[in-house]
């Protein structure tokens, strides 16, 4: 009985250590995720193409917002159905 | 729906709200041209167009058809207020104090002494003289100009008239100086805040106008200290000090913004006892005057303006 229990021992390391070298093994063979989009990339489909934005107005000639700098911080647009105007000096 | 901005400039808040179509472009073009306008016409500023004109002092120097448009104005509102508008009192405010803007002085307090007045070392504003054929202007010797208010409300008409070209309905406010063209489009009129003067974050009253301008003066926003004393930002030009109110505040409604921030100004300095004088040419002139305890008084017709309120309205 003792000499059983030994025996399932031994073969439950011996298994698990085969099992992960086994495992190392196969994902160190195994092709790298970049590797297999190129390889795929003969195959991929067209990209598609994007309509324009609309314009924030629909007037053109109205449209000297777009001569604003690109890059300038603009405040946020708020939309209410009556703002609230304050008076009390500056 | 209106569709409004909010942002900082001209050291005060300024809000642009616009309904129709070209709302967004329309109150873009409008931030960009207040913006410049504040390069141009801050005395802070030592690279604007006012700061080059307050160096020539005592020469004749070109100036641009904006900057002589507010002069001109500066110079009717002066006659027609017998003095009490008054934008030559520079040297007087730099005398308190207040010879950096508000926000530096509020971090870093004022480093003027205080001195007696000496009121007539400054020459009077009449003394400007004008060129028009050549677009020139001499300031007498001795004498800075201070646009403060005038150019704020030139700039809110300026503004409001840009924004018009994209939407019939709009309105600019800044610091509380306002003007609304045309009405919004639900037929209602456009809401107004009165803000108390002793606590401006309360509201005394709500007012409704369909168009047109309000302005208010007060002497409680722009304060500071300076030795012993309190100091403010609105100068009597007939002693050069801060002026000795009745009032906290003067709020003007009035088709013109201009002409609003000019009255609210000169009726706060002229007072109680120099009113009627004051108002002789501007018997329908409408405004609400608020005292120490937060009562309003003023013209006849003020009360038109204001919503009435049920016991139950609350």
Request: aromatic content about 8%; glycine content about 6%.
């Amino acid at each position: 009985m003792k000499l059983l229990k030994i025996g399932i021992r031994f073969w439950i390391t011996l298994t698990s250590v085969l099992s992960f070298l086994s495992g190392w093994v196969m994902l160190a063979h195994a092709p790298k995720p970049n590797q297999a989009n190129f390889s795929s990339s003969s195959v991929a489909a067209p990209l598609p193409t994007l309509e324009p934005l609309n314009p924030l107005s629909g007037s053109d000639d109205n449209n000297n917002f777009q001569n604003q700098p690109l890059f300038s911080v603009q405040p946020s647009v708020r939309s209410q159905f009556k703002p609230a105007f304050r008076t009390g000096g500056s | 729906m209106i569709r409004s901005i909010e942002f900082r400039a001209m050291n005060t808040s300024v809000m642009l709200a616009a309904e129709g179509e070209g709302a967004i472009p329309g109150m873009y073009a409008a931030k960009a041209f207040i913006d410049e306008c504040e390069q141009r016409f801050s005395r802070f500023l030592p690279a604007s167009e006012l700061s080059d004109l307050n160096r020539s002092t005592g020469d004749w120097l070109q100036i641009s058809e904006d900057l002589m448009d507010m002069l001109q104005l500066s110079m009717k509102y002066y006659a027609e207020t017998n003095g009490i508008f008054d934008p030559s009192i520079l040297s007087d405010l730099k005398q308190i104090g207040y010879d950096r803007s508000m926000d530096e002085i509020r971090a870093h307090g004022v480093n003027v002494p205080e001195r007696v007045p000496n009121r007539t070392s400054r020459p009077a504003f009449h003394e400007l003289s004008f060129d028009l054929a050549t677009s020139r202007v001499r300031l007498p010797r001795g004498m800075e100009i201070d646009l403060g208010g005038i150019a704020k409300g030139w700039i809110v008409q300026k503004a409001a008239q840009l924004l018009h070209q994209y939407v019939e309905v709009c309105g600019v406010s800044a610091g509380g100086d306002i003007l609304f063209i045309g009405r919004p489009l639900d037929g209602t009129d456009w809401d107004v805040y009165l803000e108390d003067p002793r606590s401006p974050t309360e509201m005394l009253t709500q007012l409704h106008v369909p168009s047109g301008a309000v302005a208010t003066s007060s002497i409680m926003k722009r304060t500071w200290s300076q030795g012993e004393k309190i100091r403010h930002h609105l100068i009597d030009p007939r002693m050069g000090e801060p002026a000795k109110t009745d009032w906290l505040s003067v709020t003007v409604i009035s088709p013109s913004v201009i002409e609003a921030e000019v009255y609210a100004k000169a009726i706060l300095i002229a007072g109680e006892k120099e009113l009627p004088n004051l108002l002789k040419r501007k018997q329908d002139l409408t405004f609400i005057a608020v005292d120490s305890d937060g009562d309003l008084s003023g013209s006849s017709n003020y009360k038109e303006y204001m919503y009435e309120f049920t016991s139950n309205a609350f």
